[in-house]
């Protein structure tokens, strides 16, 4: 094996900085490693996975164009700079001199080969879907048959420096969403053999793989020697545990047999702030749950029926009996930390107040049949607090017959989408990138779940779109939320919290809700 | 040996129809397994196209069946929606399930017969009692509430045993979630061993081998014990395919990579391959574990083995 200058002297310095840790056996970790508890992702291609087990990994392989600090704005991170001056043509610039894992340069024909890839319609990758606003997309994604090409005609590779990227339309968010994993680089090995390197992804990031992926039971990553960027790993490794359960994998924190812990369950939240003190880290994260209504049943057809609905719920009371106060009630469609975000846009509508919920409901000429609730058996905690919500609509008011409609969640997702739900249905969304487009239009635009159309939504979403800046943006997005909580054809819940536990051996933990930043992460010498 | 070539004859029918069975009963469940994988984030039709296509998911069932079966026939298993082959995967997680109903059959075994024989000596005693007590909780409790209990106690608390994980090996890893699956086979155990054993002490063959002036131990032990064993043996033979078959929430909470982890998150996700792959192997691990037994049952009973000679 061969191993460029700098890498050799950055395996010094590592050795130096943590003197005698190196040449530990793989079952005792050696004292600068750590280890972090995740559930078995589904994919390690990042054009492939959009779960977020799979994205502390990625994050740690990866380096993405941009990333988002902690204040939730974009920061140039594998990208030198992203610029356009329409918001349709973008030129990005990538920092010069970067190495994949295995040596090979980074270049801008590593960005576009990575999301032509995930484009690609035959290949059925997770992401396809973010690459639908890049010209060219349509012919990899035929109606019928398979594409002529396989590379996107708004994709350009100028210099191995420069990708000019042309979109459909203008997008001013189109920096924000460069932090998400879909749009990493993937080296030409890569494209050897697609499913070995789903196996073994070979990155751009402060870590590499080390070793094999264990299904279900671990995954090992180690600094990269390759890796020259602002990421330096400030630990030798991590060694990514795989629990099937939270329960057991918070147990196991508390054992000290794991270092790190994301997904401290909302019912263990009090346990965990009493035992580990300040080394419980709660932050508001970006998903949220929302109730939905299908509008197309013409029971729910008035607005002030749906605001009724709203006023009846006491979002408080059940955050604390189900959530031990963990969850945020939401009075705002975006979350907390998204830019834009008001904590009052909702106002009267998501305030509780059965009298005058009751009022509403009866000028709206009240409710008939069977008020059946949607919800899928993916967690028990459904069940909980759409119990509350049934309780809650019951007493408030008056609606006597309600019905559960708990779906597996193989099936959940198939009625959604065929507009087979005849009553409120929990939705939930997880952020991609910190953008209120990233909520609004996905949940609120074309062919959205509710039934629900607007077109002075939509022509504001357009709006927004083209802006002229992010901050420009901003204004616009907050008029098209106004449109959808006045017509409430779905009604913000509550934001999840992201509960973290780390064990005494860690220093410097420093996790957003956009990035594990495990990087940053030391660990003590004992 | 004619017996035992005939039951294994029986055992081909048996397996089409289970994995027909199974394979229909996964073919009819409602949804759509490959919408479900993208959870609540917009995927075109095309990549659904593209993948109902891959896992020939728009087949009739027949066909799918068929084409299943073929490849079986040509060693391959087919694989899972995230590309794993199922043959590996069944590699990988077959070794943790069986050392986990291994360790859980032997603590029973042991254990629950001694149990069993002490409470039946000394029926009405206070060991007797205590045997009842102990057994009646034991199978009341539901598993997860004596897995996660003994967790916490023993793993967490006290710190006997590792509280998760495959880490330390057998045996290490495998003692506490092994008592915690055999615990309700034990209680089985115990009692089956008990009734049978108090029964027969009172049998005219063994009064007879006492009053032949034969010494307790070789009465209890050689007579009585024997032919007390013949339903504990039955029990034992089919708990044994429960075991692996059963580990499900022990797999769980412990988080053992094992076969019943698999099949629980398998037939959530609707992935025919795995759960007819896994629930294949079991079928013919029960198969094998019932000839055992009616090939113990001669050994223990010479009336059985003569009858069917």
């Known amino acids: 094996m061969r191993i460029s200058g700098r890498g050799t002297v950055a395996l010094a310095v590592a050795a130096v900085m943590f003197g005698g840790a190196c040449g530990g056996t793989p079952e005792t970790p050696?004292?600068?490693?750590?280890?972090?508890?995740?559930?078995?992702?589904?994919?390690?291609?990042?054009?492939?996975?959009?779960?977020?087990?799979?994205?502390?990994?990625?994050?740690?392989?990866?380096?993405?164009?941009?990333?988002?600090?902690a204040q939730g704005k974009p920061q140039m991170r594998a990208a030198a700079s992203v610029t356009s001056t329409d918001q349709k043509v973008w030129t990005i610039k990538i920092k010069p001199g970067?190495?994949?894992?295995?040596?090979?340069?980074?270049?801008?024909?590593?960005?576009?080969?990575?999301?032509?890839?995930?484009?690609?319609?035959p290949n059925g990758w997770t992401n396809n879907y973010y690459f639908g606003n890049i010209e060219g997309y349509d012919a990899l994604n035929p109606e019928e048959g398979e594409p002529a090409t396989d590379t996107m005609s708004g994709l350009k590779v100028l210099d191995p420096e420069t990708l000019e990227v042309t979109l459909t339309g203008p997008f001013s968010q189109f920096p924000v969403t460069l932090a998400w994993m879909a749009f990493a680089p993937m080296p030409k090995a890569a494209f050897k053999d697609l499913k070995a390197y789903d196996q073994a992804p070979i990155g751009n990031g402060p870590f590499v793989l080390d070793g094999a992926w264990q299904h279900n039971r671990q995954i090992k990553i180690k600094k990269s020697p390759t890796y020259t960027g602002e990421r330096q790993a400030r630990s030798d490794g991590v060694l990514f545990k795989i629990y099937a359960s939270r329960d057991t994998a918070y147990t196991d924190l508390r054992a000290d047999r794991v270092d790190l812990l994301q997904t401290i369950p909302p019912a263990s939240a009090p346990e965990a702030k009493r035992l580990l003190g300040d080394r419980f880290l709660a932050t508001p994260g970006g998903t949220m749950d929302y109730l939905g209504f299908p509008l197309f049943d013409k029971r729910f057809a008035s607005a002030d029926l749906r605001r009724a609905f709203s006023m009846a719920i006491d979002r408080k009371a059940i955050t604390d009996a189900v959530f031990n106060g963990a969850f945020q009630p939401m009075s705002s469609l975006l979350a907390p930390l998204v830019p834009g975000y008001r904590a009052d846009a909702c106002g009267e509508a998501c305030v509780y107040d059965p009298a005058k919920a009751k009022q509403l409901f009866d000028q709206a000429g009240g409710f008939s049949g069977t008020l059946n609730l949607y919800f899928s058996n993916a967690d028990p905690s459904y069940e909980q607090w759409m119990t509350a919500v049934a309780n809650q609509l019951k007493q408030n008011l008056g609606i006597q017959d309600i019905a559960f409609k708990k779906l597996p969640a193989a099936d959940y997702l198939p009625t959604l989408r065929a507009h087979k739900q005849d009553g409120p249905y929990r939705n939930n969304w997880v952020m991609d990138y910190p953008s209120p487009q990233d909520y609004l239009e996905y949940m609120w635009g074309a062919g959205n779940r509710m039934g629900w159309e607007n077109k002075e939504f939509d022509d504001l979403i357009k709006k927004a779109n083209s802006a002229a800046s992010f901050d420009e943006s901003i204004p616009i997005y907050q008029q098209a939320e106004d449109v959808a909580l006045t017509e409430m054809p779905m009604m913000p819940l509550w934001n999840w919290q992201d509960q973290i536990g780390y064990s005494t051996r860690l220093g410097d933990v420093q996790i957003t809700p956009y990035g594990a930043n495990l990087d940053k992460i030391t660990v003590k010498r004992q | 040996m004619r017996y035992a070539a005939h039951r294994l004859a029986q055992a081909v029918p048996v397996f089409f129809a289970t994995t027909f069975v199974i394979y229909a009963m996964v073919f009819v469940l409602p949804g759509d397994p490959i919408l479900a994988l993208a959870g609540d984030k917009p995927v075109p039709d095309q990549v659904l196209d593209v993948m109902r296509e891959r896992y020939h998911l728009n087949d009739p069932l027949l066909v799918q069946y068929g084409r299943y079966m073929l490849g079986l026939l040509h060693g391959d298993l087919g694989e899972t929606f995230t590309g794993q082959p199922v043959s590996e995967l069944l590699q990988d997680r077959w070794g943790v399930t069986a050392q986990l109903a291994a360790?859980?059959?032997?603590?029973?075994?042991?254990?629950?017969?001694?149990?069993?024989?002490?409470?039946?000596?000394?029926?009405?005693?206070?060991?007797?009692?205590?045997?009842?007590?102990?057994?009646?909780?034991?199978?009341?409790?539901?598993?997860?509430?004596?897995?996660?209990?003994?967790?916490?106690?023993?793993?967490?608390?006290?710190?006997?045993?590792?509280?998760a994980g495959t880490d330390e090996g057998w045996p290490g890893s495998y003692l506490l979630p092994g008592m915690v699956l055999g615990s309700f086979g034990l209680a089985y155990v115990a009692r089956l061993t008990r009734t049978a054993l108090v029964e027969n002490l009172r049998s005219d063959y063994v009064r007879t081998a006492t009053a032949k002036g034969m010494r307790r131990r070789r009465v209890v032990g050689v007579h009585a014990l024997r032919n007390s064993l013949i339903p504990v043996v039955t029990f034992l033979g089919?708990?044994?395919?429960?075991?692996?078959?059963?580990?499900?929430?022990?797999?769980?909470?412990?988080?053992?990579?094992?076969?019943?982890?698999?099949?629980?998150?398998?037939?959530?996700?609707?992935?025919?391959?795995v759960v007819v792959g896994v629930t294949t192997v079991l079928v013919m691990?029960?198969?094998?574990?019932?000839l055992a037994v009616d090939l113990l049952y001669g050994l223990l009973d010479p009336r059985i083995r003569r009858a069917r000679a």
Do not use: C
Not at chain 1, 31 to 42: G, H, K, Y
Not at chain 1, 43 to 61: C, E, F, K, R
Not at chain 1, 105 to 121: E, K, R
Not at chain 2, 142 to 157: D, E, H, K, M, R
């Open chain 1, 98 to 121: 970067r190495k994949f894992g295995n040596g090979e340069p980074v270049t801008a024909q590593s960005f576009a080969d990575s999301w032509n890839a995930a484009a690609y319609g």
């Open chain 2, 285 to 290: 691990i029960f198969i094998a574990a019932n």
């Open chain 2, 238 to 273: 089919v708990d044994f395919g429960n075991l692996m078959a059963g580990a499900v929430v022990t797999e769980g909470i412990f988080n053992l990579p094992g076969i019943g982890q698999q099949v629980f998150q398998s037939i959530q996700l609707q992935e025919g391959p």
């Open chain 2, 103 to 163: 360790t859980a059959w032997i603590f029973e075994l042991a254990v629950g017969i001694a149990l069993g024989v002490v409470a039946g000596l000394r029926r009405g005693g206070v060991a007797d009692t205590a045997v009842l007590a102990g057994t009646t909780f034991v199978i009341a409790a539901p598993v997860f509430v004596v897995g996660y209990t003994a967790q916490i106690v023993f793993g967490l608390n006290l710190g006997l045993f590792p509280t």
């Open chain 1, 30 to 69: 050696a004292t600068s490693e750590f280890s972090v508890a995740l559930t078995e992702p589904d994919h390690l291609t990042p054009g492939n996975t959009s779960s977020s087990y799979s994205q502390t990994v990625i994050d740690a392989l990866f380096d993405m164009p941009v990333y988002i600090d």
